[in-house]
T-cell receptor, first 111, second 111 residues
Framework: DMKVTQMPRYLIKRMGENVLLECGQD?????MYWYRQDPGLGLQLIYI???????SEGDIPKGYRVSRKKREHFSLILDSAKTNQTSVYFC??????????FGPGTRLTVL | QQKVQQSPESLIVPEGGMASLNCTFS?????YFWWYRQHSGEGPKALM?????GDKKEGRFTAHLNKASLYVSLHIKDSQPSDSALYFC???????????FGQGTSLSVVP
């Protein structure tokens, strides 16, 4: 079953707290992505991972870091979350430059 | 840096009608062009891709690409209420794995 999963689906944090968003895929895709989606801005790429421990900044990496220790798992970390990081976060995976498969998203609210 | 712009921002079409979505991009070296669809509360899902100038038809959906004019479009024939969603145009940047998304067109198909 080709699937991208994200946990948690909803999260409320206070400003300054640390946040961990987790993503898994069962397709053995080497490339994984983290995006954020805000109304009117489309999907903005935060980080891209080409394989285990091979990560590259996307277009808006400031305030975020990532970890990929297993091919099927990709984490997004917000150290000391800010209110402007309130957003919906999507993880995706792909086989090279083929179709990207997206997870269901995590809605993060930072108060 | 690649810029992708979509129009219109929102579109209402009657059931059975034709929906036309437009997208312009800025990088003449762009290679791959995708249309993604996102239903409310879900992650985006790839609808179709087009790589060569001209038309590509898949069922009720036709994509058109004109690289010289920096333009790609999506036409949905015989629109159904289930087509109501947010539609994204996505274009590869200099790195083929990196997609740049437009801001989206919200399509509503009314009975």
């Amino acid at each position: 079953d080709m699937k991208v999963t994200q946990m948690p689906r909803y999260l409320i944090k206070r400003m300054g707290e640390n946040v961990l968003l987790e993503c898994g895929q069962d397709m053995s895709h080497e490339t994984m992505y983290w995006y954020r989606q805000d109304p009117g801005l489309g999907l903005q790429l935060i980080y891209i991972s080409y394989d285990v421990d091979s990560n590259s900044e996307g277009d808006i990496p400031k305030g975020y870091r990532v970890s990929r220790k297993k091919r099927e798992h990709f984490s997004l970390i917000l150290d000391s979350a800010k209110t402007n990081q309130t957003s919906v976060y999507f993880c995706a995976s792909s086989l090279g430059d083929a179709e990207q498969f997206f997870g269901p998203g995590t809605r993060l609210t930072v108060l | 840096q690649q810029k992708v712009q979509q129009s219109p921002e929102s579109l209402i079409v009657p059931e059975g009608g034709m929906a036309s979505l437009n997208c312009t991009f800025s990088d003449r070296n762009s290679q791959y062009f995708w249309w993604y669809r996102q239903h409310s509360g879900e992650g985006p899902k790839a609808l179709m891709s087009i790589f060569s100038n001209g038309d590509k038809k898949e069922g009720r959906f036709t994509a058109h690409l004109n690289k010289a004019s920096l333009y790609v479009s999506l036409h949905i024939k015989d629109s159904q209420p289930s087509d109501s969603a947010l539609y994204f145009c996505a274009v590869t940047s200099s790195s083929f794995s990196k997609l740049v998304f437009g801001q989206g067109t919200s399509l509503s198909v009314v009975p």
